[in-house]
């Protein structure tokens, strides 16, 4: 991958500066939910691994990290953190471009907000996880009878468009977990804010599943 070390740098810090500040905790309680069940040169795939920040805790434990992004920019900022084996590629499109059973665990932590519906994440980690596999993430949480959907203005992307995000029920999980033949672990609900002031909050929950 063709890159400018500087640039790369530049958003590496201003990635993971925005998440300290907006205090985005769902990398380290998706570890504390996993980490008993995790060996140290254990291998484990990222889905959607955006600047690596949801497996450093995993990487530093000593587990060998993998990744997926639809980012190429992401994917660099990846790489100058040593993690080499990272494909681009869309969450949303399958066949994942690895082959089955070929993962002790993945983790998925910041990405799946971004879409409604999750079943080809749930589809392909079922696929590429060993039997006895965790698939650790984070969702945006939500009771039943709240929309699905919230949209984040200008202000909190620091972009010119308002982004939509979606939360996902305890119902919802439950029905992808059992129909990819997992099992729940461990869960954990939890705040995230939209913004550095941390006045527009939105719960989250995090799972851990095991694969059957």
């Given at each position: 991958?063709?890159?400018?070390?500087?640039?790369?740098?530049?958003?590496?810090?201003?990635?993971?500066?925005?998440?300290?500040?907006?205090?985005?905790?769902?990398?380290?309680?998706?570890?504390?939910?996993?980490?008993?069940?995790?060996?140290?040169?254990?291998?484990?795939?990222?889905?959607?691994?955006?600047t690596g920040l949801g497996s450093d805790l995993f990487r530093k434990a000593g587990l060998e990290i993998?990744?997926?992004?639809?980012?190429q920019q992401m994917l660099e900022a990846c790489l100058s953190k040593g993690i080499k084996s990272l494909?681009?590629?869309?969450?949303?499109?399958?066949?994942?471009?690895?082959?089955?059973?070929?993962?002790?665990?993945?983790?998925?932590?910041?990405?799946?907000?971004?879409?409604?519906?999750?079943?080809?994440?749930?589809?392909?980690?079922?696929?590429?996880?060993?039997?006895?596999?965790?698939?650790?993430?984070?969702?945006?949480?939500?009771?039943?009878?709240?929309?699905?959907?919230?949209?984040?203005?200008?202000?909190?992307?620091?972009?010119?468009?308002?982004?939509?995000?979606?939360?996902?029920?305890?119902?919802?999980?439950?029905?992808?977990?059992?129909?990819?033949?997992?099992?729940?672990?461990?869960?954990?609900?939890?705040?995230?804010?939209?913004?550095r002031e941390q006045i527009r909050k939105v719960e989250a929950k995090a799972y851990v599943i095991r694969?059957?």
């Amino acid at each position: 991958m063709a890159r400018d070390d500087n640039q790369v740098k530049t958003l590496l810090a201003a990635y993971e500066e925005e998440a300290e500040a907006t205090g985005w905790f769902g990398p380290e309680v998706v570890f504390g939910l996993s980490y008993a069940y995790v060996q140290s040169n254990d291998l484990m795939l990222d889905i959607g691994i955006g600047t690596g920040l949801g497996s450093d805790l995993f990487r530093k434990a000593g587990l060998e990290i993998h990744g997926m992004d639809n980012s190429q920019q992401m994917l660099e900022a990846c790489l100058s953190k040593g993690i080499k084996s990272l494909q681009l590629h869309d969450l949303r499109i399958s066949p994942y471009p690895y082959k089955s059973f070929s993962y002790d665990h993945a983790v998925c932590t910041g990405v799946m907000n971004f879409y409604r519906d999750l079943s080809v994440i749930f589809k392909e980690g079922a696929r590429l996880l060993k039997a006895g596999g965790l698939f650790a993430f984070v969702v945006g949480d939500r009771a039943e009878n709240e929309p699905a959907e919230i949209v984040v203005g200008p202000e909190h992307t620091h972009t010119d468009e308002p982004v939509t995000m979606y939360r996902h029920s305890q119902e919802e999980i439950s029905i992808w977990v059992e129909n990819n033949h997992f099992r729940l672990m461990r869960s954990l609900p939890f705040t995230m804010f939209l913004d550095r002031e941390q006045i527009r909050k939105v719960e989250a929950k995090a799972y851990v599943i095991r694969k059957l």
